[in-house]
């Protein structure tokens, strides 16, 4: 068995990560690559539980624009995570992972509702758990339901699956020169405002000293890498361990 840091994860992706080249909805290759992924971390006896954006079908910011109103526009985005978390489930399930869909909405018909204990429970059986519809609630983003569902499960870190190789000093798209940061502090994330989650979520990952990994997950093999403690992506601390 491999040498794990991490024995129980808490996995982000974004819904736009499930487009590939797409302009909207899910490609299933994307959706196979990754379930391929996260079943090998499954097999070395990590403990998973996953948010999942929902980008890739809905916006609530994008739907304001169009007339719907906030809170409206955002119950329509948890919708859509639960969407991409259903396929990815039958991904997994295709893959021999056993899976457990919990919502923050009840609709127990096709999802668990989300209990802590439950939740809990699920993973020390060794099933993987995606946790669909954010928060339950609008006005808060699924980099925020991620970190409130890390902790609530008591995870040993968020690790946030990105399409760029972690935490740069600008945005490396935009910026051929921006500097890759392979560790950093969340008071030098908010000193520099560095958009790497929103701001409820930096905070509430800084107040419960929760480490952050951000890492390109189009990369197979790179969830691997970082359960096994290699250095991939960069990493967010409270306090940084780097010699000066």
């Known amino acids: 068995m491999a040498n794990l840091k991490y024995k129980r994860i808490l996995l982000k992706l974004s819904g736009e990560s499930l487009m590939g080249n797409r302009e909207y909805g899910i490609d299933s290759k994307i959706v196979t690559r990754y379930a391929e992924d996260i079943a090998t971390v499954e097999k070395l ?11 890739n079908i809905y916006r609530g910011i994008e739907g304001s624009a169009d007339g719907i109103d906030k809170v409206t526009g955002d119950q329509m985005g948890m919708l859509a995570t639960v969407i991409n978390a259903l396929a990815l489930q039958n991904a997994l399930e295709h893959k021999g992972v056993k899976t457990r869909c919990l919502s ?7 999802a668990e509702p989300f209990i802590r204990r439950r939740a809990i429970r699920h993973l020390e059986k060794g099933r993987v758990v995606i946790f669909a519809a954010g928060t339950g609630n609008p006005y808060f983003t699924t980099d925020t339901a991620a970190v409130l569902r890390a902790i609530e499960i008591e995870a040993n870190v968020i690790i ?9 000093d600008s945005d490396p798209e935009k910026n051929s020169a921006a500097i890759h940061l392979p560790e950093i502090t969340y008071a030098e994330v908010l000193k520099k405002d560095l958009r790497i989650m929103d701001l409820t979520a930096i905070t509430l990952s800084k107040e419960n000293n929760l480490p952050l990994v951000i890492f390109n997950m189009n990369i197979q093999g790179n969830l691997k890498r970082v359960v096994c403690g290699e250095a991939v992506g960069s990493k967010v601390v409270e306090i940084s361990t780097q010699k000066s």
């Open 45 to 55: 006896g990590v403990q998973i539980g996953i948010v999942i954006g929902g980008g």
């Open 104 to 110: 923050a909405i009840n609709m127990e018909q096709i």
């Open 160 to 168: 946030k699956g990105t399409r760029v190789d972690g935490v740069y």
